[in-house]
């Protein structure tokens, strides 16, 4: 009994963490951070430039975002 108590308290934990992923209201599926890079025109140089950011990815952008 005290393996399934201590497999209960692993299991507790466990829901913990799974709480704290953020759940999209929208498609109600987990919310991913993801890094995207974004381009744009420096305009002081006219240069290309990059940058990332994170973005979080669920079923409503990941087609937009991911492709
Ligand atoms: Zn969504």
Do not use: H, W
């Not at 209201?25 to 290309?48: D, F, L, M, R, W």
């Amino acid at each position: 009994m005290a393996k399934d108590r201590s497999f209960a308290a692993k299991t507790a934990k466990t829901g913990q963490n799974i709480a704290l992923v953020k759940i999209c209201p929208v498609c109600n599926s987990p919310v991913q951070a993801v890094k995207y890079i974004e381009q744009y025109k420096n305009e002081a140089t006219g240069t290309i430039r990059f940058k990332d950011k994170m973005v979080g990815v669920c079923k409503c952008n990941e087609k937009d975002l991911i492709g």
